[in-house]
């Protein structure tokens, strides 16, 4: 690993390639455990901060610094997610997970680990669409980092044991728990296709002022729920109900002139961006099940927006 004499001078230093080859998968398992891209970077930095605070002789101990920075970046987002529950308690109305455009998908290849059923297999692709994200915010920290770590990125139990500080059963009974919880919420979700054809007669209703066709495609029980975290104007609780909710998205678009409704892709699923003077105003996720839209998530605080700023 590293030579305590270093590469010599104009020389890449193969050690730094090796460590910073590890910072996709890092920000990758980082985000899903805390729902946050800024919080994902933040614990990432940490990682490489207490990497760099060894010594050489320290790195050099470590057999595989790619296994070492997982462990490190989990324990960092464990405690993360502990103080997290905390803040959103105090946050300004509904907190929603970071939404993610298509150019930042950080979907990657996980090899190795335990072998599982494939039924039960969360695949990185299902892993950040926002109906999942939202569903592991419910979840206490053991329970998301236990399921995280074994079903999406398929470590062994008894590596979960290590980061989370419980006996590889008491793992497994979590990530158990929590799969009886990503299984209670999912529903038949119809080809990607088909989603995105929904959300586009949403959009064309939407812009038409077309009460009754809005209302056509919400199911009569849907939730529509807004994140402006104080920052931005957002109703402070959900809207429940089709009718009302085709009738706020009408009153909106009254009050916004020149609002642009845009398809676009969101957590790896078709979406919505709206935006006024070239600025992104609300990124738009949706939960559809059959043909109706059941959820709707509208993330308008600004710096939940940042890698859509631009478009």
């Known amino acids: 690993m590293t030579n305590q004499s270093g590469p010599g001078p104009g020389r890449p230093d193969p050690a730094l390639s090796v460590i910073m080859s590890e910072r996709r998968q890092l920000i990758n398992l980082a985000y899903r455990l805390l729902g946050s891209v800024a919080e994902a970077e933040d614990a990432v ?24 920075l997982s462990r490190v970046a989990s324990r960092i987002c464990l405690n993360l997610l502990s103080s997290a529950r905390a803040r959103r308690e105090t946050y300004v109305g509904e907190w929603i997970p970071e939404p993610l455009p298509e150019r930042t998908e950080w979907i990657t290849e996980w090899s190795g680990g335990a ?26 920290p053991a329970e998301r980092v236990a399921f995280v770590l074994h079903d999406v990125f398929r ?22 728990s929590a799969r009886r919880r990503i299984r209670a919420a999912r529903a038949r979700t119809p080809p990607t296709a088909r989603q995105a054809a929904i959300v586009r007669d949403f959009k064309l209703a939407w812009e038409a002022k077309d009460i009754n066709a809005l209302v056509g495609l919400l199911d009569p029980d849907a939730i529509a729920i807004a994140d402006g975290g104080g920052l931005a104007n957002a109703v402070a609780d959900a809207v429940q109900g089709g009718e009302l909710i085709a009738s706020s998205c009408v009153g909106l678009l009254g009050r916004t002139p ?25 990124v738009l996720a949706f939960d559809i099940v059959g043909d109706r839209i059941r959820h709707i998530w509208a993330i308008l605080n600004p710096e939940k927006l940042r890698p859509w700023l631009t478009d």
């Open 45 to 68: 930095q940490e990682t490489y901060a207490r990497w760099y605070a060894m010594s050489p002789q320290q790195q050099e101990a470590i057999d595989s610094p790619g296994a070492w």
């Open 115 to 140: 072998t599982m059923d494939p039924a039960d297999r969360v695949t990185l692709d299902e892993s950040i669409n926002m109906a999942f994200l939202v569903v592991l915010e419910s979840m206490t």
């Open 155 to 176: 470590y062994p139990f008894a590596e979960v044991a290590e980061i989370v500080g419980r006996s590889p059963a008491a793992c497994r009974q979590l990530a158990s």
């Open 258 to 282: 020149g609002l642009r409704i845009l398809e676009r892709t969101v957590n790896g699923q078709p979406g919505l961006v709206t935006q006024q003077d070239g600025g992104t105003v609300a």
